[in-house]
T-cell receptor, first 112, second 111 residues
């Protein structure tokens, strides 16, 4: 079974703080993705990576950055958290040439 | 510009009946389609998929139908069970690029 884990289920941060969200997958998948889910807006792609040290912008990259130093780990960074970044953050992975993405449990982030 | 549209935000169905969730897409380059199910406070779970060379794929109680000429797909759940109550997301992709998700349909199965 594919397992995607995220470092925190719930997180509360203050405006202006730097926030790190970690994602680890154990299936040797090449591709990793970060989404945010907001009511009525569905899943929106923030960043993705097809290989170590590679990253591509998704639909809403503003205010975020990512890091992929190891194949199994993909980090999402909020450089200076703002209240409009309060959301559910979802990490996913897929194999090379595989279209099915497998999701982690999500991190619900509240920025005060 | 929404490339994948789920026009019904919510759907209520009696237990034991058929649930039909619909999805429309605009990009003719999409050739692989998936459905995900999501419970509150959990990540989406892959349910079923279909490639554009097929028009139907079944897995137990779940069947996905694809009508390429109408750019429409649907998910049928028969029979519906209370545990099926969740948000269902439709997703599509031209192979090799990230998935494009719809906004979801909340299914409530009433006992």
């Amino acid at each position: 079974d594919v397992k995607v884990t995220q470092s925190s289920r719930y997180l509360v941060k203050r405006t202006g703080e730097k926030v790190f969200l970690e994602c680890v997958q154990d299936m040797d998948h090449e591709n990793m993705f970060w989404y945010r889910q907001d009511p009525g807006l569905g899943l929106r792609l923030i960043y993705f990576s097809y290989d170590v040290k590679m990253k591509e912008k998704g639909d809403i990259p503003e205010g975020y950055s990512v890091s992929r130093e190891k194949k199994e780990r993909f980090s999402l960074i909020l450089e200076s958290a703002s209240t409009n970044q309060t959301s559910m953050y979802l990490c996913a992975s897929s194999g090379a040439g595989g279209e099915t993405q497998y999701f982690g449990p999500g991190t619900r982030l509240l920025v005060l | 510009d929404q490339q994948v549209k789920q026009n019904s935000p919510s759907l209520s169905v009696q237990e034991g009946r058929i649930s039909i969730l619909n999805c429309d897409y605009t990009n003719s380059m999409f050739d692989y389609f998936l459905w995900y199910k999501k419970y509150p406070a959990e990540g989406p779970t892959f349910l079923i998929s279909i490639s554009s060379i097929k028009d139907k794929n079944e897995d137990g109680r779940f069947t996905v139908f694809l009508n390429k000429s109408a750019k429409h797909l649907s998910l049928h759940i028969v029979p519906s069970q209370p545990g099926d109550s969740a948000v269902y997301f439709c997703a599509a992709t031209p192979v090799g690029t990230p998935l494009v998700f719809g906004k979801g349909t909340r299914l409530s199965v009433i006992a």
